[in-house]
């Protein structure tokens, strides 16, 4: 498709979802750095579920209240850039919301953005992220798919008791694109929910953050690869095994606390 097309959609998207930021549930963030496919997706992918989205971008967070919102949402996307353009002021305004009760879901780049380190292709990357993931987040995983390669990926579900995945079945298969090992340190309270199959490695977790929770997932649940309701060409030539959205449902109302064992 196009670029023009895209910033078509792009443009249509933000002038709608200004109309309606006072109102919505879910803030997504969407500036430099962030994927044009994963913005649109994910906005499906909530719309799907149920919540109203906003577009927000790094001056709205560093300048403005995210008290209106119920989760604050990063998706794919450049995480290094993410830190570039927020504050320390706005990370901590992100900070705080969660802490007070707010929700977090970072998928990808919006998951890397998590941890207290951050490397990229072996090497730490000199930025201040968000550091509410108490460990490293660590990628590509090359023995998964070498960047810039995206694949369909096996992840291993690790916790049925979680009420997030206490329905799932045993794995999923779920859109790999340059995503993170999420690496909790040693004795970080977090749950594991699911691993990267071939590796082994966390790759679903949820936590909590003061009073809010944190979902973080390193692969791309939003794509749905053999369907058109993403709004997105991007991925169809893959074979999905199966929508990841009804997972993503469960993952947005653990995070809003409307989902407990």
Not at 119 to 144: E, N, Y
Not at 197 to 213: E, H, L, M, N, T
């Amino acid at each position: 498709m196009k670029r023009t097309h895209w910033v078509s959609v792009i443009l249509l998207l933000l002038c709608t979802c200004s109309k309606q930021i006072q109102a919505a549930d879910i803030a997504l963030y969407s500036d430099r750095g962030t994927g044009e496919v994963c913005v649109i997706a994910t906005v499906r992918m909530f719309e799907w579920i149920g919540y109203k989205v906003a577009l927000i971008d790094a001056d709205f967070i560093n300048n403005r209240d995210l008290n209106d919102f119920r989760i604050v949402c990063f998706p794919g996307g450049n995480m290094y850039q993410y830190a570039q353009d927020i504050t320390s002021s706005g990370m901590e305004k992100v900070r705080e919301f969660i802490n007070n009760g707010g929700g977090y879901i970072g998928i990808c780049g919006g998951a890397y953005f998590t941890g207290r380190r951050v490397k990229w292709q072996g090497r730490q990357l000199p930025m201040s992220p968000l550091a509410i993931f108490p460990g490293t987040t660590q990628g590509p995983v090359d023995d998964i798919a070498p960047y810039p390669d995206c694949v369909m990926c096996k992840i291993k579900i690790t916790d049925h008791q979680h009420p997030v995945v206490q329905t799932e079945p045993d794995s999923a298969w779920i859109m790999y694109c340059y995503g993170p090992m999420l690496l909790p340190d040693s004795g970080a309270d977090v749950q594991i929910l699911g691993e990267y199959d071939s590796v082994g490695k966390p790759a679903v977790i949820a936590f909590a953050y003061g009073a809010g929770r944190v979902f973080i997932i390193g692969t791309h649940p939003e794509v749905e690869e053999d369907s058109d309701r993403d709004g997105i060409a991007f991925g169809d030539d893959f074979n999905d095994k199966g929508s990841d959205w009804e997972l993503m449902r469960k993952a947005t109302l653990w995070c809003l606390g409307e989902l407990d064992d």
